[in-house]
């Protein structure tokens, strides 16, 4: 072996343990970014379900101020869970609608009346179509969506209440 | 009472590590002469680790819920064995058998190392303490498994179902043994470059060690494989996932060294390059057991991801694996290269093995970890999958496999025989094979038809070195070496015709409903629920037959209770010429049932070839055993 060659194992081994450090200095990010990310919302139109709470349309997501807008199924466990922290956001100022994914609407009825309401409007997406526009492939999903109609954040998946202030911030920077 | 005799032995243990390394280092400077007390400290270490380990057996098999590890990974339910196995089922358990064969492996060394200088067992031995000492306090501050829990539970959480399998119970403590053997092989180096003996006695200490670890990591791979087959239920017998590939480079490094360690002891060639596959190959041990532990990389295999547990390890890893090339680095260029030799020689033949054998190496490593170094760089997320490791490692594959037919037909340092005359039948077994797959599967892939038409040629060419002979005159190690060399060809042309010729399918059926899939027929005839110790489990009945004769296969979907998963046990029927693998998937809105179907022609010859190229690592290990045995006679006899 060359003398030249003999510090190669040593550099190529404290590039693989700087590489290593640093994966676990910085835990993976399972949380695909979302391709809707600074696209408008897809025209949709969606039918009222619950007696007394509006519909949702494309055009209330684009009323001047963010809203969250949150998929979701009575018949979705997780649902049930984020239902608490979706309370905890709307406490805190946040507007809220859902749409909610394959459902019936005594069975959507009978979900708020036990988990609570936290949503302005409720659109029924019976056939997943508008799920699928968005790009949401399961429930819970959540949307940040800015003044103008924009996406500005996807969330898959229940959002935590560790999750709390990241969506917080998030609303604020769609401002 | 068990928990702390565990404990006690582990701690002891430790100090008598921190003892040898200490008198390593003092006889080493030449202030005192204790090979003797070295050698005994390091028995008695060994015996204290297998107590430790033993410990833990008991505290798992009487299933004593006040340790947490056992409340954690164990439940009263499960069947003997899996209790036992629930034992290294888990980080800490695996840990304390990982460092139990790390001490074990210093024990035997110090009994039975009589080649190499006692200078270099010395410094081996104080290498191997240094070792055992890092991963002693990994275990006693970070993942002591003998902690108690107070007040103890009623019952435990169980173990993952996944595992409860008789394969897979004993496919890691294969592997482990299989990557700490390579320990010795890598202290035995360090203690040869800081002696400056590397030479031919020391290929000669070092052989038996790598290739015992070479079988057991044979083993292990071709176990765990046909494990994921069977068990996951997706058909595939590797998937490039970083835990498999953790497994494949300390083998890939071990198979080089097997062969270089040939040219080391044989013609006193090859010695830094030798040396440095001795360390890469424990090294690539290490990093395996990083990657498994830390979790950093995504994978199906992620038990135990623990950051704090991961940067101890790496910090192990660092220090060693950066001692030991630091050590190379200072001490290589003054390794004097032994007898020279031509450029058509046997040494040659076993150099550009090495070289092939690295760049696959190579290859493996840097797809396994390049997502991790572009997504610290650029922030961009990619995975590297199968695509990338078939399309590279394939064809440098089908290069070395048949360059292995050439190999063993040449001679030490210059070959003048016309050696290629020697393979004209082979070749022409091969060219059939290739014709054959033109004319009745045009179809199939360019790298499949190779492989097949390589591995018929390698199988025809790997007895080609016990032709010109008499075979049954010819050494053990020689017959271990065909036999390993054809298991490789049996291997390629198993994966191969799996590769091409697979049957899939995927249908929602209807009770009564007939799939077709290959040659057969399947009907599904019921579903119906069913028990075992601590599942249930709906299993389907299904009615094969092609032809004239009907069999019945009886796939599961079963349900565990603790912890509640889910796993689907597929059922495989196994003829001469393939697998019938059925799979039951979930109950369909309609009524009916999702099935997979596959017909896999002579994916068998896959592990079959494992298990002769393990086998022929076996045969040429007893072979070397034999040998000694005589020579040692024979030496006192001439007394």
Known sequence: MSRDLRFLPLILLALLIAGLVWRLATPLDTNVASKLDGQPVPTFDLAAVIPGKPGLASSDLARGSPRLVNLFASWCVPCATEAKVLEALKARGVAIDGIAIRDRPEDIARFLARYGDPYERIGSDARSQIQIALGSSGVPESFIVDGRGIIRYQKIGPITADEMPLILARLEQAK | ?639
């Open chain 2, 1 to 639: 009472m068990i928990a702390e005799a565990g404990l006690a032995s582990l701690w002891l243990a430790a100090g008598l590590a921190a003892l040898q390394l200490i008198l390593a280092t003092l006889s080493f400077r030449g202030a005192i002469d204790s090979g003797r007390q070295m050698r005994g400290v390091a028995i008695v270490q060994g015996v204290l680790g297998l107590i430790s380990f033993v410990m833990l057996l008991l505290v798992f098999a009487r299933t004593d819920l006040s340790v947490a590890l056992v409340a954690a990974n164990s439940h009263s339910a499960k069947p003997f064995i899996y209790k036992v196995a629930a034992a290294w089922g888990n980080h800490e358990g695996s840990m304390l058998l990982w460092v139990t064969v790390l001490a074990v492996a210093g024990a035997i060394l110090a009994l039975y190392s009589r080649r190499t200088s006692e200078r270099t067992l010395v410094a081996a031995l104080g290498a191997q303490a240094a070792l055992a000492l890092g991963f002693y306090t990994f275990l006693l501050t970070a993942s002591n498994p003998f902690t108690r829990l107070f007040p103890a539970p009623l019952e435990g959480q169980g173990f993952n179902p996944l595992l409860q399998d008789p394969g897979l119970a004993f496919h890691p403590p294969t592997l482990y043994f299989g990557y700490v053997g390579l320990s010795v092989a890598f202290s035995l180096a360090v203690g040869a470059l800081f002696t400056g003996e590397v030479d031919s006695r020391l290929a000669r200490a070092m052989r038996p060690w790598v290739l015992g670890a070479w079988v057991l990591l044979t083993l292990g791979i071709t176990a765990g494989s046909y494990w994921a087959y069977y068990e996951l239920g997706w058909g595939g017998w590797w998937f490039w996932d970083p835990v498999e590939n953790a497994s494949l480079m300390p083998w890939l490094a071990a198979t080089a060294l097997l062969h270089s360690i040939n040219v080391l002891a044989a013609r006193g060639a090859l010695k830094a390059w030798t040396m440095m596959l001795a360390v890469i190959a424990f090294s690539m041990s290490m990093v395996g057991t990083f990657l498994v532990r830390s979790g950093v990389l995504t994978s199906v295999h992620a038990f135990a991801i623990d950051p704090q547990r991961g940067a101890f390890l790496l910090v192990l890893l660092a220090l060693y694996v950066g001692a030991a090339f630091t050590l190379f680095a200072v001490r290589a260029p003054a390794l004097r290269e032994g007898a020279p030799f031509e450029l058509v020689s046997r040494e040659t033949g076993l150099v550009v093995n090495n070289l092939i054998l690295s760049v696959i190496l190579g290859t493996v490593f840097v797809g396994t970890l390049y997502p991790l170094f572009i997504e610290a760089v650029s922030g961009e997320k990619l995975s590297v999958g199968a695509p990338y490791f078939n399309a590279v490692a394939g064809p440098l594959a089908l290069v070395l496999a048949m360059l292995v037919g050439v190999g063993p037909l040449l001679s030490w340092r210059r070959e003048g025989r016309p050696v290629l005359r020697r393979l004209v039948v082979p070749a022409l077994v091969g060219a059939t094979m290739l014709a054959i797959t033109i004319l009745v599967a045009p179809a199939i892939g360019l790298l499949s038809r190779a492989a097949l038409a390589v591995g018929m040629y390698l199988i025809a060419a790997s007895v080609v070195p016990l032709v010109s002979r008499n075979p049954f005159r010819a050494p053990l190690a020689t017959w271990g070496m065909v036999v390993a060399h054809m298991g490789m060809g049996v291997a390629l042309v198993g994966a191969a015709a799996n590769a091409a010729f697979t049957q899939e399918r995927l249908a929602v059926a209807q009770l009564g409903e007939t799939l077709k899939v290959g040659p057969w027929l399947v009907q599904l005839q019921s579903v119906r629920p069913t028990a075992g110790k601590n599942w249930t489990a709906l299993e389907a009945e299904l009615l094969a037959s092609r032809g004239q004769g009907r069999l019945t296969l009886r796939p599961q979907t079963r349900y565990f209770t603790s912890p509640q998963a889910e796993t689907n046990e597929a059922a495989i029927e196994t003829f001469w010429n393939g697998q019938l693998y059925t799979v039951l998937g979930k109950q369909d809105p309609s009524g009916g049932w999702q099935l997979r179907l596959w017909w896999k022609p002579f994916v068998t010859l896959i592990w079959l070839g494992g298990a002769m190229i393990a086998l022929g690592g076996a045969v040429a290990m007893a072979g070397r055993i034999r040998r000694r045995r005589r020579a040692a006679r024979n030496e006192w006899l001439r007394r």
